[in-house]
């Protein structure tokens, strides 16, 4: 069974930054991408980044983070990453990981999620 579990959120001011984590356990070996992904309240849930975990690739939905935050893998330790720098207070949210296989959609049934780590930054 697919496991994952996020970390590293909390509480910062504006301009400071976060590293979550996401630790994946289980059958993951047809993986195809992982993403994180975010929902501040009362606000749907919208997709941050994603990572092909065989190339590498790395694609960023909001062009708002670009620049700021990094997505990146560490394979052998099974951890989807994303550093979070410069924050602003409209990144508030709380950040999900996921993993779909290829052929899904992200707004499938089947993909895994994590439960997710707040993210709260003040002004």
């Known amino acids: 069974q697919v496991r994952l579990v996020e970390s590293g959120g909390g509480s910062v001011q504006a301009g400071g930054s976060l590293r979550l984590s996401c630790l994946v356990s289980g059958d993951t070996d047809d993986f195809y991408e992982m993403g994180w992904f975010r929902q501040g309240q009362g606000k749907e849930r919208e997709k941050v980044a994603d990572i092909n975990v065989r190339s590498g690739n790395q694609y960023y939905a909001i062009s708002s983070v670009e620049g700021r935050f990094t997505i990146s893998q560490d394979r052998p330790k099974n951890t989807l990453y994303l550093l979070m720098t410069q924050l602003k207070p409209e990144d508030t949210a709380m950040y999900y990981c996921?993993?779909?296989?290829?052929?899904?959609?992200?707004?499938?049934?089947?993909?895994?999620w994590g439960q997710g780590t707040q993210v709260t930054v003040s002004s």
């Open positions: 996921a993993a779909r296989r290829f052929g899904q959609l992200w707004h499938e049934a089947g993909v895994n």
